[in-house]
């Protein structure tokens, strides 16, 4: 099976979808294992779900913020494992401090390769948009997921020292 058929392989396989209400009951419980301080959109109010989910659907034609992105979500049968987000274009603030893909695994289901596979079908929906390479970025403070970006074969553009002990580390993945 290719990478692409990967997100509409069967409910047992892992795939990334647009949000959506059938999920809550697991999107609840990951919501619940999450640390408040984290940020992220897990953690953004939540008048009803439908209204957060349609929040989340329309950000790719009506950002926030300016910045076109798809919040996409991990998901294997029914169990939201994880969310990724795809910056369609940077902006200087965008490429500072997060680049064209970020991904967010669950506390449970950590250590068990869903990051690496996350950011492999991130990188196709990427390819599908047309983009031709992608920058990711990571925190020293986080080997695991440098390790996840570097076995994409990214290749390491910049450092920055952050002044707090950490630094910012960009990677460039060519499409």
Known sequence: MSAADATTSPS????????????????????????????????????????????????????????????????????VLGRVTVIHTLTDATRDIGGN?????????????????????????????GMTEVLVTVLSDNPASERVIQSAGAKLQSVSDLGDGRERRRYILAL
Do not use: C, N
């Not at 669950?106 to 196709?124: F, I, T, V």
């Open 101 to 129: 893909i970020s991904y967010f695994i669950r506390p449970s289901a950590r250590g068990k390769g869903y990051a690496k596979r996350a950011l492999q079908l991130s990188l196709d929906h990427a390819r599908r948009l």
């Open 12 to 79: 047992d396989e892992l795939r990334l979808v647009r949000p959506d209400v059938r999920y809550e009951r697991s999107f609840r419980a990951m919501r619940e294992e999450l640390d408040p301080s984290s940020g992220g959109p897990e953690l953004w109010p939540i008048p009803t779900f439908q209204a957060y989910v349609f929040r989340l659907r329309t950000l790719p034609v009506k950002p926030f913020d300016g910045v076109k992105r798809d919040i996409l979500w991990l998901v294997q049968g029914e169990e």
